[in-house]
């Protein structure tokens, strides 16, 4: 069972929820939403569209059952998806009586139909908040604390996959039943027609090339399948949440620059099960290490910058030269270029290097961040944060 846990996006929704008359929570399953929305909302009712009597009363009737069970307050209504006519209904329920804000708590997980149910349905009534794994912020709050950030980076951060060694388990059978769940129901269930062993063939695969350059074309020679498929799988990892595309950032027409996206497996609980990674000393001499800690320093901070800054974007910088800096925050009119290192790295040559990225990208401040302890200045407008020193922190 799922910690409580302190979100971060606690406040965003409550937020939303004063602007609109609905709001849409965004999600992988298992990453929290129900439990965020419940505590959020403890006074409205919550009814899941997974349940079969439930279902079957909304498919029957939906407007009926919204006016009926919405009279006394608001719902919260888990797993939308499942059921399209729900959002025609809504938009009558809400259009009826449009000064109540807040009235209609929508969860999904599958993000490609449901977006544009919504989009199609809901237009200008809902504000749509995408809820990620846990931060470490997050996961050394509630009750039963991740302190070690290390356990999170091994784990992940789904709050059952975190807690399963707390309860006696491991986390590699916990993302083993959810893998299974994802290929073999879960597709299905989208309308997705993806073959479960060759979905599965191409997470292994993203994971063993993770925050590499997106190349179509050599997996599909691999796969055995033709590139416009494995485009289209891509975009269905990518809009379930599990895989990442992080898009290269291009405004100085001067450089050769890189143009294809890097692609990330989003979680490294994930990421390590399809590996077979199963503990830190593993961990720690497999030739993925690197790449699994820039994946966790970058989801922490993109789960925390969507919180706090909800309309910035993310950006890899690199030159064909080779020149390249992991992250640029696009936020406010200004860029922030972070770089991730596994080691502590105070070198006056990266300082260097940081200093002229900032020159031909115009970032504000570029920032290292590593596995050492502290912070200290570099160079001007350089800085070096550890982990942990950079765990609440962002540029």
């Known amino acids: 069972m799922q910690g409580m846990y302190t979100r971060l996006s606690a406040s965003r929704l409550q937020h939303l929820a004063q602007q609109f008359p609905a709001v849409l929570i965004l999600g992988a399953r298992q990453v929290g939403k129900t439990t965020l929305a419940r505590q959020t909302f403890a006074k409205h009712a919550y009814l899941d569209l997974e349940d079969p009597g439930t279902y079957n009363l909304f498919a029957e009737d939906p407007r009926f059952q919204l006016d009926a069970r919405g ?3 608001g719902l919260i209504l888990d797993e939308a998806q499942r059921l399209p006519a729900l959002f025609d209904a809504l938009r009558g329920a809400i259009d009826a009586d449009r000064k109540r804000l807040g009235r209609f708590i929508i969860l999904g997980s599958s993000q490609p139909s449901l977006v544009r149910q919504v989009a199609e349905s809901l237009a200008g009534r809902v504000g749509i908040l995408e809820l990620s794994a846990l931060t470490v912020q997050e996961a050394r709050t509630g009750d039963a604390p991740v302190l070690d950030y290390r356990q999170q980076w091994l784990a992940g951060g789904f709050p059952d996959a975190l807690g399963a060694a707390q309860r006696g388990g491991n986390f590699r059978d916990w993302w083993e039943a959810y893998l299974r769940t994802y ?4 597709l299905a269930a989208m309308g997705v027609g993806a073959d479960p062993i060759q979905m599965r063939k191409l997470l292994t695969m993203l994971a063993h090339a993770q925050g590499g350059m997106s190349n179509h074309s050599q997996m599909a020679a691999a796969l055995g399948l033709s590139q416009p498929t494995v485009a289209r799988y891509v975009d269905i990892l990518e809009q379930s949440f599990l895989v990442r595309r992080l898009p290269p950032f291009f405004r100085n027409m001067g450089k050769r620059l890189v143009k294809a996206p890097k692609i990330y497996v989003r979680d490294t609980g994930l990421l390590h099960h399809l590996l077979n ?5 593993v961990l720690d001499s497999h030739p993925v290490r690197g790449a699994s800690w820039e994946t966790f320093v970058l989801e922490d901070m993109l789960r925390r910058e969507a919180v706090a800054y909800p309309h ?5 910088w690199r030159t064909s030269s080779g020149a390249e800096v992991d992250l640029l925050l696009e936020r406010r009119g200004a860029l922030h270029a972070i770089e991730i290192k596994t080691a ?3 070198s006056p040559y990266l300082a260097r290097s940081l200093r002229a990225i900032m020159e031909d990208t115009g970032a504000a401040t570029a920032t290292i961040i590593d596995q050492g302890e502290g912070s ?3 160079a001007p407008g350089v800085e070096r944060r550890g982990f942990m020193a950079a765990s609440e922190w962002l540029p």
């Open 277 to 281: 990674i199963d503990t830190l000393a």
């Open 183 to 186: 290929v073999e129901r879960d």
């Open 376 to 378: 200290e200045p570099l």
């Open 312 to 316: 910035s974007q993310a950006h890899f």
């Open 344 to 346: 502590r790295a105070s």
């Open 71 to 73: 009279r006394a307050g």
